[in-house]
């Protein structure tokens, strides 16, 4: 490995790292090829593993190639115990090189930074990976195989009592206060308490007491006030479970975090991921005293990166020591399932959306853990064992299919999403970082025998209900607790949900991004910006605003007041819609009000947006106002060889008819009109279409911006239709943009045709009548 890899660099030999061990010569573990630019260097690598001899590694050439697959994920069915088993062991294998001496700390060579010491990094190296090797081990098939020295298990086993021993050289070090280490604590707890008897039984009187005080160190010192509490209370319950502390010693502990953990329940079985800000009468007084540090969303550590995942777990885990509070937690997994589904698309995509991205398929893991914790009513069509089976599969496979950009050369995992990106990544995220994607695979530790693997995998609601046996089942419903419309309409062709008030304000990157877009697809993701100029801003799916002709920007980050879902009645159907407002200036009297509509049977491929602009006061420093509205961003490449399609764009002046610039359903290519944007390549297609009613602009545009590129979550280069307009003067009165955007995906579905007659859908756009209040309606 190298410490700075780029996509399609190094064409590599599959599997040239399975079952190896040592480092790169010439520089330990964090060396790599000699310098240059990918064409001179050495015609070998070679691995030192510690003896005289060394073996050829990888010969460095340049071609543009994506990233080598995973062999025993990439390529595997995922639909038995044995495929999920296998799978598992896939991720271990290239592991096992970056091993420290004592196994209690794993590298991977690539020589980026999180946050905290180095030391807490390579503790995740070897943490992370026991969700799937305490997995395994708890099951008795499986433990009973364990023995050689030579099992790729086996080094996870020996490293526990080097990691834990403070006279070791490969210690972990002392907890302290807001410690990486906590995290890494309770998936060590989950490999003590899944499997004893190849995690602690083995270890010396000695070593069982180091491992007590370590994990011990959580208590009485400072966390964060969210998830993190749950890492406390799994180490509590590890310590009173299988090393032996009196319950009486720890169990007022864990009442406290449990809490503090109950006071993030927002409802139907969802928690926030922290304490939720409070509304208060005044906008003025939101976020002042002691919820400054509270933001207002409900993500994926909701469900299956933290919250529910570990609720799951210790229902199981501690029904013994507390069956109330295990009932309680099962109640709200059940209650959480009657919505988390629709998250996911037919096909097994998950939406991407909040932070910690590159976790990647440990979004499915709620439902790893459903499954584990033994959950799973045959009576009910959303918590089956089949239903839960194909759910948790799907998303598996989906990223199988999709894997072969998420891995290094060398078979471990990259930082990013879709492919290595940096822009997306968190000041918490190491090399070491993405093995939290295991969770999801929790579920090899049921036993062969057991009914979820017995059972046949049922398809996804929205496929189901095509089915004339099956009660129709509607593709767009509000998740109220979420602050979110989820939408994959039966008639439409793209799964995607509508957000209105979610935000975070921890120091996380970009988090205005990640949480406070308007919409976040499964199919075009969303972008995160590069820079501080508009196409480096990527501005996909929101508003931005400048005040000086786009020196700088501003675009939604922190609502204010509460978000109101309400209903808007289209030929007289109901369709719901979220209203919030915002600030896009803390110290600028200018205030948004944002309504967004969600699809319906008149126009199910597109969504509306409306934003009522007022200041309070006069700006009178403000000698312009430029906008700029984004719809989806899509992947703008040309089929054929490759290049942009923005270089070929048509202009147009009034014709939005897609043959008027020779784009067919099979065909490639992008216009702009002055009201209209659109792009259609390989991915689907993306639209905007600006709907305001006369106001104070002096200049309207549809565009097709060029993104920089890398900003988008899915694919590196993409372009984005967008509205802008302009006005010397920033408007002394209330004025209202309002846009209709427009998505389909390529891929055809069960409830879709995919481009299929996309001309007609296109010019099937909302059309929107103002009164003289400016209040509108929709058709």
Known sequence: MIALLRRGMWDVVKGATAGSTGTWAGGGAEAGPPAGDGQRGSDVLALNDGNSESRARVKPTLRNVTMPNLAGFSDNPLRTKHDVTRASEAFLHPLVPYFSKYHARVKIPVNSAAHFDDLAAQLEGYARPLWVVGALLSDPGVAQGIGARDSLLQPWIDGLQHGVDPSSPEFWGDIIDMDQRMVEAEIISFALLAAPAAFYDPLSDDCKKHLANWLYGLNGKQMPENNWRWFR????????????????????????????????????????????????????????????????????????????????????????????????????????????????????????????????????????????????????????????????????????????????????????????????????????????????????????????????????????????????VPGVELVKPARQILCNHERGSHHFLLSSGPFAVWPMKVPEAKYSKFAYSSSFGFSVPAGSTINQLAPDNTLALSLDDGDTWAVRWISIGETKPTELTVNGEVVPALVNRWRPWRKRTVEVETTLVAPCSQWPDWHVRVHRIRSVSSLRDCESITTVEGGFAIDGRRCSDGRSLWNGRSQGRSDTALSAYGITSGSEGAFETPTTAFVMSSAGASGIVDLSPPGPFESTAGEVMKTDPNTNLLTPRTLLPI?????????????????????????????????????????????????????????
């Open 233 to 472: 209370v799994m180490s509590n319950l590890a310590l009173i479970k299988v090393c032996g502390r009196p319950r009486e010693e720890l169990w007022p502990l864990m009442e406290k975090d449990f809490q503090t953990l109950d006071s993030f329940d927002i409802g139907d079985g969802w928690s926030a991921d922290g304490p939720w800000r409070p509304v208060t009468e005044n906008p003025e007084d939101e976020g002042s005293g002691s919820s400054a540090a509270y933001g207002r969303h409900a993500d994926y550590y909701s469900g299956s990166f933290a919250i529910q995942f570990s609720q799951q777990l210790y229902s199981k885990l501690a029904a013994d020591l507390d069956p109330g509070r295990a009932a309680q937690y099962r109640e709200r997994a059940r209650q959480f399932s009657r919505t988390f589904w629709r998250f996911f698309g037919c096909d097994g995509a998950g939406i991407p959306y909040g932070r910690s991205l590159t976790y990647r398929f440990a979004m499915s893991g709620f439902y790893a853990a459903f499954a584990f914790a033994g959950l799973c009513d045959d009576n009910d069509p959303l918590t089956s064992h089949g239903f839960v089976k194909g759910m948790l599969l799907r998303n598996l496979r989906w990223w199988a299919n999709n894997s072969e950009d998420i891995f290094w050369p060398d078979g471990t995992l990259n930082i990013g999403f879709m492919y290595p990106n940096m822009y997306m990544a968190e000041p918490y995220n190491s090399p070491q970082s993405p093995y939290w994607a295991l969770k999801s695979l929790i579920v090899a530790a049921l036993p062969a025998e057991h009914a979820f693997w017995a059972a046949e995998e049922l398809p996804h609601p929205l496929k189901a209900s095509t089915d004339d046996r099956q009660p129709p």
């Open 723 to 779: 509205i802008r307009k302009a006005s010397g003067n920033f408007p002394s009165q209330e004025f209202v943009l309002a846009t209709a955007v427009f998505a389909v995906t390529s891929k055809p579905g069960p409830r879709h045709e995919g481009l299929d007659g996309v001309d007609q859908r296109w010019t099937k756009a909302p059309k929107i009548s103002w009164d003289q209040n400016r209040h509108f309606t929709l058709a």
